[in-house]
T-cell receptor, first 114, second 115 residues
Framework: NAGVTQTPKFQVLKTGQSMTLQCAQD?????MYWYRQDPGMGLRLIYY???????DKGEVPNGYNVSRLNKREFSLRLESAAPSQTSVYFC?????????????FGPGTRLTVL | SQKIEQNSEALNIQEGKTATLTCNYT??????LQWYRQDPGRGPVFLLL?????KEKRKERLKVTFDTTLKQSLFHITASQPADSATYLC??????????????FGKGTHLIIQP
């Protein structure tokens, strides 16, 4: 099992460019998440998908869109990148065990917007 | 507003001693509290979960306590080793119960175990 995989690992964009971050999980989890991590800010939730076919906003959704393509895949799109979106992006998945959602994270995508 | 606080400064502990990390929260009524470990350049890895009706949870050299009256969790690593050096994150499921809509993370405490 690969767990949660993310592509690309690194990306440099110019302001205004667009890109899609890809995430896939092979654990058959229903729920998937996108977080961003910035120095001094900790992990913040961008969007989540509680199940295939549903997506909801998290704490910091502005400037992002998501697609839950199927149960395995959850992508994050930046339509017009801004320097404020320079961050490390983590995808995670979870399954309810005894009512709680322990999260399994991917290795991250390090994005720089110039 | 909801807030989670962890020791913002690095914690230096001598090898073999017990490391104790603190997580305090306000304006939450979490059903669960989780601890994660994060190494440089990697994603967080789940360590332990404790429920609101549990006082203490253990796993090998790790121990977590949860005091809902004080709104505090303590994370202990006994017989600490240099390999335990990492950033440790506290996470709450918020008020939704369970964390299906994501977790709220503290900023983490950087732990350094010195040989």
């Amino acid at each position: 099992n690969a767990g949660v995989t993310q592509t690309p690992k690194f990306q440099v964009l110019k302001t205004g460019q667009s890109m899609t971050l890809q995430c896939a999980q092979d654990m058959n989890h229903n729920s998937m998440y996108w977080y961003r991590q910035d120095p001094g800010m900790g992990l913040r939730l961008i969007y989540y998908s509680a199940s295939e076919g549903t997506t909801d906003k998290g704490e910091v959704p502005n400037g992002y869109n998501v697609s839950r393509l199927n149960k395995r895949e959850f992508s994050l799109r930046l339509e017009s990148a801004a320097p404020s979106q320079t961050s490390v992006y983590f995808c995670a998945s979870s399954e309810a065990v005894g009512g709680s959602h322990t999260q399994y994270f991917g290795p991250g995508t390090r994005l720089t917007v110039l | 507003s909801q807030k989670i606080e962890q020791n913002s400064e690095a914690l230096n502990i001598q090898e073999g001693k017990t490391a104790t990390l603190t997580c305090n929260y306000t304006n939450y009524s979490p059903a669960y509290l989780q601890w994660y470990r994060q190494d440089p350049g990697r994603g967080p890895v789940f360590l332990l979960l404790i429920r609101e009706n549990e006082k203490e949870k253990r796993k090998e050299r790790l121990k977590v306590t949860f005091d809902t009256t004080l709104k505090q969790s303590l994370f202990h690593i006994t017989a600490s080793q240099p390999a335990d050096s990492a950033t440790y994150l506290c996470a709450l499921d918020g008020n939704s119960g369970g964390g299906a809509d994501g977790l709220t993370f503290g900023k983490g405490t950087h732990l350094i175990i010195q040989p």
